[in-house]
C-alpha cells in the first residue's frame, strides 16, 4: 500500500538525529512491545511477519510519524488482536484511560474487520526450496512493475518503474504480497537488484550511487535490450 | 512530547491485559532487556570482523555465505534467516537501510538504534547516502562509489569495514574492541 511507511526516497525529514551511549531500550514498555511480540508468536497470536509489518502499515500515519518504532509495533499488535478477536477495542480502551491516558489522545491502531485471523505458517524460515531455476540470471537486465499495490509489497516506491540489473539469486522466499493477507505462501525467487542512481534520481543524483534492493520475481520483467 | 507518554500508557494497558490472559510475564519482559543488554548486540558482529581481518579463509567464507559464518559463532538468539555480509574496499563504500521498515540484523548487531528507525534515516540514505555519510562525520573521497543495501526482504546486510592501518601487531581480541556498530552499519569508517 502507498502508506507512510514507504519512506525511502522521501524528502524533508531533516538531519540524522543520534543519540550518545543510547540504551538498547529507552522505557520498559519498548522492551515490553519486543516481548509481545515475541510472545504472541509463540502462541500463534499474530501468524506470519508480513501480517505484522502490513498491521503497522495500517496504523494512523501522523502516530506512524509521532510514536516512534516500539509505538509502531504496539499499534500493529493493537490492531491485529483486534481482528484475531483476542482483545477488544473498548478493553484496550478502558484500560489504558484507568492507567491515565488521555481520552483526545491519538490512537495508532486500525483495526479492520475484513482482516480476521490468518492461517500459521508452516515454518517460521520464510525460505522455501522451489523446483525451477528462476526467469532471470545474475547480470541481466530487469525492469520493475510501476503500478502500485493496494495491499502488503515489499516493493518500495521509488524502485517502482525502474530498470536494474541482477546482482544475486537467493533461492526461494514466502512472498510477503500473499502471505500478508492470508493468501498462502505462494513462494518465488528473490533477487537482489541493483539500480544507479542516476536511475531513481535522475541528473541530481549523487556521483558513484548505486541502490541494492531485493525484489521477487513478479516484481519483474526482463528489459528490452 | 506528549505522544510518546500516551503511546507508554497504551502499552502498559496492553501489557497488563496479555498478563492477566496468561501469554506474558514480568519475567519474560525482564528476559529481553538482560538478552539485549548482554548476550546479542554489537559485539557478535565485531567479533566476525575481526576475525575476518585475521584470518582470510574466514573472510572469504563469510562473504561467500555470510550465513554460515554466523552458525560457527553459535551466538545466542542468533537466528538469521540468510546474513550476507558486504565488504568495504578502497574504491567502494556499503551502507546499510530498511526504507520500508526497520530490518536490522539483529544476531550479530542486536537492535537498532533509533536513528536507523527514523524517517530522517530511512528516507535520504537511499537518495543522498553522501550527505548523510557527512553528517556522520564520514566525509568520503569523491572516488569512491557508494553501493546502498535497502532490506526490503529477510536477506540481512552487515558491512565488514575495512582494516585501520597501523595495527599490524594487534590480536584479534584487540581488534574485536575496535569495531564499532556504526562501522558495520556502515555510516562510520574505523
Known amino acids: 500500500m502507498d502508506g507512510i511507511h514507504d519512506l525511502g526516497g522521501k524528502q524533508g525529514f531533516g538531519r540524522v538525529e543520534r543519540e550518545e551511549n543510547e540504551p538498547v531500550f529507552h522505557d520498559r514498555w519498548e522492551a515490553s ?11 500463534a497470536k499474530v501468524q506470519n511477519t508480513d501480517q505484522f509489518r502490513h498491521a503497522i502499515e495500517r496504523i494512523d500515519p501522523v502516530a506512524y510519524l509521532t ?33 491515565g491516558a488521555d481520552p483526545a489522545a491519538l490512537i495508532a491502531a486500525r483495526p479492520d474487520p475484513t482482516f480476521g485471523t490468518i492461517a500459521p505458517e508452516s515454518s517460521p524460515d ?22 502500485p499495490s493496494g495491499g502488503h509489497t515489499r516493493l518500495p516506491a521509488y524502485a517502482r518503474g525502474h530498470r536494474g540489473t541482477i546482482v544475486a539469486m537467493h533461492g526461494g522466499w514466502l512472498l510477503p504480497d500473499a502471505n ?46 | ?47 566476525m570482523v575481526a576475525k575476518a581481518w585475521v584470518d582470510d579463509a574466514f573472510r572469504q567464507k563469510m562473504l561467500a555465505d555470510g550465513t554460515a559464518a554466523v552458525a560457527e559463532f553459535g551466538f545466542e538468539g542468533g537466528e538469521v534467516q540468510k546474513l550476507v555480509v558486504v565488504e568495504n574496499t578502497s574504491q567502494v563504500h556499503n551502507m546499510v537501510v530498511c526504507t520500508l521498515c526497520s530490518c536490522y540484523p539483529w544476531a550479530v548487531l542486536g537492535l ?42 529477510e536477506v540481512r546486510y552487515m558491512v565488514l569495514p575495512l582494516r585501520p592501518e597501523g595495527l599490524d601487531n594487534a590480536t584479534e581480541e584487540e581488534l574485536t574492541q575496535i569495531v564499532t556498530r556504526d562501522s558495520m552499519i556502515g555510516v562510520a569508517r574505523l
Open chain 2, 1 to 47: 512530547m506528549s505522544e510518546p507518554s500516551q503511546a507508554s500508557l497504551r502499552a502498559e494497558a496492553l501489557e497488563s491485559l496479555l498478563i492477566e490472559k496468561g501469554l506474558l510475564t514480568e519475567e519474560d519482559i525482564d528476559n529481553t532487556v538482560a538478552t539485549y543488554n548482554e548476550r546479542i548486540g554489537p559485539m557478535n558482529g565485531a567479533r
Open chain 1, 67 to 99: 510514536h516512534g518504532y516500539y509505538g509502531r509495533w504496539l499499534g500493529g499488535m493493537e490492531a491485529l488482536l483486534v481482528e484475531g478477536g483476542e482483545i477488544s477495542t473498548e478493553e484496550l480502551t478502558e484500560r489504558a484511560l484507568s492507567l
Open chain 1, 180 to 225: 500478508a493477507h492470508g493468501l498462502g505462501e505462494r513462494p518465488e525467487h528473490l533477487y537482489t537488484v541493483e539500480f544507479s542512481g542516476e536511475e531513481l534520481w535522475g541528473s541530481a543524483a549523487e556521483a558513484g550511487l548505486k541502490i541494492c534492493v531485493d525484489l521477487f520475481e513478479s516484481y519483474l520483467e526482463a528489459a528490452n535490450e
Open chain 1, 33 to 43: 512491545m519486543y516481548t509481545i511480540s515475541m510472545a504472541l508468536r509463540r502462541a
Open chain 2, 112 to 153: 537498532p538504534p533509533r536513528w536507523y528507525k527514523d524517517p530522517a534515516y530511512r528516507s535520504r540514505s537511499v537518495r543522498e547516502p553522501r550527505a548523510v555519510l557527512a553528517e556522520f562525520g564520514v566525509d568520503l573521497a569523491p572516488e569512491i562509489d557508494i553501493r546502498v543495501w535497502d532490506s526490503s526482504a
Open chain 1, 126 to 147: 520464510a525460505q522455501r526450496t522451489l523446483p525451477d531455476p528462476g526467469r532471470f540470471t545474475v547480470g541481466q537486465s530487469v525492469t520493475t512493475h510501476g503500478t
